[in-house]
């Protein structure tokens, strides 16, 4: 059988072209799925409770970043970081004093190499809760109702991995004329030369 010269140009080219056009079809390309970031765990460890008419700090209320005055790692581990966040005179002769603790660990790997998320725990003693005035060269601790309550609310306990905790306490304020205190957060490097707002 003979076949024409445009017959046998059209198989030609279409054999030649079988493979390219089949490579043209359209595929699906997979979407990626959103990622979701853990939230930290809430403690089961009550915090101190605030006398009436002193706001409590809630974790939810972080300040933004780049609102941070200082930063220090714990002594006993650091991955706990303490963030200074607010030192400022509130009405009633008081000093305010905010900061947060985080736990810098991320969240649990998964793979051969996985391992149990690192929860590091965080203790510490009343009387390591102060600030120094350097211009008066003196030491104040935190104040205490007519009941003898602790006018704070400071979190001990474990913290899991990523979780963060902002912590309160109202001092006694330095004099008018002093503008820089040191601030000392227990088990923490001394936040030194923090201005008073």
Do not use: H
Request: proline share 11%; aromatic share 8%.
């Amino acid at each position: 059988m003979l076949m024409s010269k445009s017959t046998l140009a059209v198989i030609l080219l279409s054999s030649l072209l079988a493979p390219t056009l089949s490579g043209c079809q359209k595929t699906e390309t997979p979407q990626a799925q959103p990622t979701t970031t853990a939230q930290p765990a809430q403690s089961s460890t009550a915090p101190v409770a605030a006398p009436a008419g002193i706001p409590a700090s809630a974790p939810a209320t972080l300040p933004a970043p780049g609102k941070v005055i200082a930063s220090a790692q714990y002594s006993a581990d650091p991955d706990l970081r303490c963030d200074l966040l607010e030192v400022k005179r509130v009405s009633g002769g008081a000093l305010l004093i905010r900061w947060r603790l985080v736990n810098t660990v991320g969240a649990q790997q998964t793979g051969l190499a996985a391992t149990q998320p690192k929860s590091i725990s965080y203790d510490f003693g009343w009387g390591d809760i102060y600030y120094i005035d350097p211009a008066e060269n003196k030491k104040y601790g935190f104040l205490t109702d007519s009941e003898g309550n602790r006018i704070l609310d400071i979190f001990w306990g474990s913290l899991a991995a990523g979780q963060q905790r902002v912590n309160w306490a109202k001092f006694p304020a330095p004099p008018p004329s002093s503008n820089k205190i040191s601030v000392n957060v227990p088990k923490f490097p001394p936040f030194e030369d923090v201005p008073v707002s």
